[in-house]
T-cell receptor, first 112, second 112 residues
Framework: GNSVTQMEGPVTLSEEAFLTINCTYT??????LFWYVQYPGEGLQLLLKATKADDKGSNKGFEATYRKETTSFHLEKGSVQVSDSAVYFCALSDSTGNQFYFGTGTSLTVIP | DTAVSQTPKYLVTQMGNDKSIKCEQN?????MYWYKQDSKKFLKIMFSYNNKELIINETVPNRFSPKSPDKAHLNLHINSLELGDSAVYFCASSPGTGMGGDFGSGTRLTVV
């Protein structure tokens, strides 16, 4: 079946530190991969996506590369800001598009 | 202007009551979803509709009944509410495979 595993949180970083949140997946067929962000008290926002192997999704300084050989989609940012504090969810959409499978979420807190 | 809007944002009700949450999307998407986010932030799909047809119906108590009067609306009706139904419910829509989903801001349901 399809599933997503992402690193446990919470993660606490100082401003301008480098961020990596690991995400690996199990899927049949050719899934699309996503990172969503949930700011405190708000809904989910699509942060970036990749639809095929070796694609790199990027947005707001965040990047993730679809690695089929390692079934991974790790989220990275070179220099985090306090405003990046949120919960980050890795997700996949199977080839039918009928469902998104979410990881458990990783809470990030950036301190000044 | 809101792409996926759900109402109400907050809902506090007593056990045993029946309540509805409404969802509308103005994006022209074919697929709509309901997700439940528990207290640990875990997101689990409940239902998925494509062009008003039920596609996915996960193991959800039959007290939960989705209704899609047209492609732009997917409402969630809950009968005989229980304490364990307390959660944040997210509506989402998607244009199709690999396109990502647009999520509503969530409805925080509290059953007392």
């Amino acid at each position: 079946g399809n599933s997503v595993t992402q690193m446990e949180g919470p993660v606490t970083l100082s401003e301008e530190a480098f961020l990596t949140i690991n995400c690996t997946y199990t899927a049949t067929g050719y899934p699309s991969l996503f990172w969503y962000v949930q700011y405190p008290g708000e809904g989910l926002q699509l942060l970036l996506k990749a639809t095929k192997a070796d694609d790199k999704g990027s947005n707001k300084g965040f990047e993730a590369t679809y690695r089929k050989e390692t079934t991974s989609f790790h989220l990275e940012k070179g220099s985090v800001q306090v405003s990046d504090s949120a919960v980050y969810f890795c997700a996949l959409s199977d080839s039918t598009g009928n469902q998104f499978y979410f990881g458990t979420g990783t809470s990030l807190t950036v301190i000044p | 202007d809101t792409a996926v809007s759900q109402t109400p944002k907050y809902l506090v009700t007593q056990m045993g009551n029946d309540k509805s949450i409404k969802c509308e999307q103005n994006l022209g998407h074919d697929t709509m979803y309901w997700y439940k986010q528990d207290s640990k932030k875990f997101l689990k799909i409940m239902f998925s509709y494509n062009n008003k047809e039920l596609i996915i119906n996960e193991t959800v108590p039959n007290r939960f009944s989705p209704k899609s009067p047209d492609k732009a609306h997917l409402n969630l009706h809950i009968n005989s509410l229980e304490l364990g139904d307390s959660a944040v419910y997210f509506c989402a829509s998607s244009p199709g495979t690999g396109m990502g989903g647009d999520f509503g801001s969530g409805t925080r349901l509290t059953v007392v």
